[in-house]
């Protein structure tokens, strides 16, 4: 079956950098565009990244450009989500999503 599992969050200070991967099986990830969203609490989940499944296209919300930067790895079957700049805001649980399954999401925590 499909499998989407999140890992690399955490607690970081304001104006650190973490790196989110997201291990897929189950179906043909390198035919699959894939995406990361977020959901911080008590708001509604939303679009950070998206990339293409050869990885030439990518594209983010206007709240994350110039700091993350999605990739992925065909040969591996992993998403990454590569956080920098990081602001409290960015605060949320991190899903990774193909086109109809979604991880678990992990915590991400950017606190002093």
């Known amino acids: 079956q499909v499998q989407l599992v999140e890992s690399g969050g955490g607690l970081v200070q304001p104006g650190g950098s973490l790196r989110l991967s997201c291990a897929a099986s189950?179906?043909?990830?390198?035919?699959?565009?894939m995406s990361w969203y977020r959901q911080a609490q008590r708001e509604a989940r939303e679009f950070v990244a998206r990339i293409s499944s050869a990885g030439g296209i990518t594209t983010y919300a206007d709240s994350v450009k110039g700091r993350f930067i999605i990739s992925r790895d065909n040969a591996k079957n992993t998403l990454y989500l590569q956080m920098n700049s990081l602001k409290p805001e960015d605060t949320a649980v991190y899903y990774c999503?193909?086109?109809?399954?979604w991880g678990q999401g992990i915590q991400v925590t950017v606190s002093s």
């Open positions: 189950g179906f043909p990830f390198s035919t699959s565009s």
């Open positions: 999503k193909d086109g109809v399954y």
